[in-house]
Structure formats: C-alpha cells, structure tokens
C-alpha cells in the first residue's frame, strides 16, 4: 500500500543519471499521489551525464542535480555540505542505487567493486543518515546474488555474515579478508568459492546486506529511523549490456519504490526485499543457485 503522506520529502536517489536509478526518479514524480512539492535530489557522478538525464525528464523544478560519486571521500563530504546550505540539512528518503559490476577478475575490479558497492554506501550513510528527520528511510539496493553466493560459502561465513551482533569493523575486516585472498587466489581456504560467477560482485552484495541489517541496529533507537535493502531483479541495464530475457528497469524501480512507500509497520527493519516480498540472508533454494550459476557462466562465455 503506498504511502499518502502529502508532507513534502526531499529523496536522494545515487546512481541516478540513467538505468533503474532513472527509473525511479521517473516514477517518483509520475506517482499520481506523490507531493509535486517533494525535492527530488538526482544524484550523478558525471555532471554532464546528470544534465541530460534532468532534460529527458523534461527538467521538473523539484528534480535537482546533485553531483556525487559514492566512491569518493571527497565527493561525499562535497555534497553533504550542498545538502546542508541548499535543502537546510535535511533528508528524508536516501536511495543508495549506484553500483557497479567488475569489469574483469582483477584484484583492482574487485577492490573497486566493493568500493563502490560496499565502501561507498558505508561512508555515504555515516554523512547523511545523521541528516534524516524522523521516520527517514534509507534503501540500500542489493542484489539477490548476494543471498545465492552466501550459499555457496562456508558455514564459518555464514555465521560471520548473518551474525546478530557482527559490527561494521567486523564486515569491513571480512571484505578486506576476503580482497586478500582475491588477491592471492586463496579464496577457497577461507571458505569462498573460487568458481562462482561474479564472486566479486556476490561479495560486495553480501556485504551491503549484512550492513543494512547492522545499520538498521545502530539507528532503531535514533529518530525512528528505518534502513532496508532490496533487490530489483535482474533489470537490462548498462551493467548487464541490457542483457537478453532482463526485465524493464521500471520493474526494478518498482522493487525499491514499495520499500520507500510502504508504511514502515508492514515492513521488518533491516529486512531484504525483492518485488514487495522478504527474501532470506542466504538463499535456501538449491535449484535457484544452481540455475543462477549455469546460466551466468554461459552468459559469460559468451562474452
């Protein structure tokens, strides 16, 4: 059920210059209950590239462009300062949706990767979580990869991944563990496996989940604050080279919408969905994995 609060919102969406994050810039504004007057933040690493996407959106006067690249210190603290002298230092909706995919099986792809993925959303949400008015939400947006490859690793990981009382020293060391042995090729000795399709990007999507869930417990108690993650399928994207048999990005957009618009009493705080459902930490569906793996290893070879 979406929400019709007509209170005036200012919602950051990352990543938003094109793809799913475009999408739901695009549906935030068509919504027919949607407060013309909510402040829409289009957050863009490349200016130019924001620009076009504020001109195909026909420029709306709420639409701003935000420059901000989640892999950068610098970039961060630049527009967290813009958000305080601009919008007064508030926020109420913060959709972390820039992302990326390694390009190859590099160790610098893989450490990008988390940087982006896994870093990045860390560092983004230490700056602005503390601009969020009450009941702010904060989507951080997975994959259900993420849940697949947790299967596939050890039960040593999976305790450490799924812990209740795992702190962000304790993932952050995990994902440097995990770049380590990367690095070496000694992934399996720590209890990864070596053969899995986009392990990297796996990794990091692990890791993003497991810090919603953290995240969700350190903010309970601070202004009703609510933090989820959620998948959006497997969209055609840029990420994918709009892969054969994806979904519409707007599918995507519409998985992270429902988390954004849904009363927050129907929703279980640091919980993973996917199109309107709760999905598991780890996936428990063998034959899912199993075609997840065959069908991303043709797709691979045949790059």
């Known amino acids: 059920m979406a929400s019709t609060n007509q209170q005036q919102r200012i919602i950051l969406i990352t990543g938003a ?30 200016i130019k590239r924001g620009e076009d996407a504020l001109k195909q959106l026909g420029s709306p006067p709420n639409v701003h462009l935000l420059q901000l690249d989640t892999s950068s210190k610098e970039s961060i603290a630049t527009a967290t ?22 390009r190859d ?19 983004l949400n230490e700056h602005l979580i503390p601009l969020l008015r009450e009941h702010g939400r904060v989507v951080n947006v997975a994959s259900s990869i993420g849940p697949m490859a947790l299967h596939c690793f050890s039960k040593d990981l999976q305790e450490k991944y799924t812990s209740e009382t795992l702190t962000k020293e304790q993932l952050d060391l995990l994902v440097e563990e ?15 496996r070596p053969d899995l399709p986009y392990l990297a990007y796996g990794v990091s ?4 989940i497991a810090l919603t869930r953290i995240e969700a417990r350190q903010y309970s108690g601070a202004q009703n604050i609510f933090i989820y993650s959620v998948c959006p399928g497997y969209c055609a994207t840029d990420l994918n080279n709009k892969a054969d048999g ?10 992270i ?15 993973f969905y996917l199109d309107g459902k709760k999905e598991p930490q780890i996936c428990m569906d063998e034959a899912k994995v199993q075609f997840f793996i065959q069908t991303s290893k043709k797709h691979l070879e045949s790059k």
Do not use: W
């Open 17 to 46: 210059n094109k793809g799913i994050g475009f999408e739901v810039v695009k549906k935030l504004i068509e919504q027919p209950f949607s407060n013309s007057k909510d402040i829409i933040l289009l957050g863009s690493r490349d």
């Open 81 to 102: 300062n813009e958000i305080k002298q601009k919008y007064g230092g508030h926020l109420d909706v913060i959709i972390n949706n820039a992302g990326i995919v390694p």
């Open 105 to 123: 099986n590099t160790i610098q792809a893989a450490r990008e990767t988390q940087a982006t993925n896994y870093h990045g959303v860390k560092m």
């Open 178 to 192: 995990f770049l380590s042995a990367y690095e070496s090729n000694n992934v399996e000795k720590i209890g990864y």
């Open 205 to 208: 999507k692990v890791a993003l």
């Open 246 to 255: 994806a979904r519409p990005a707007a599918l995507g957009a519409d998985s």
């Open 257 to 271: 919408l429902y988390v954004v618009d849904t009363p927050n009493h129907e929703l279980e705080n640091g919980g």
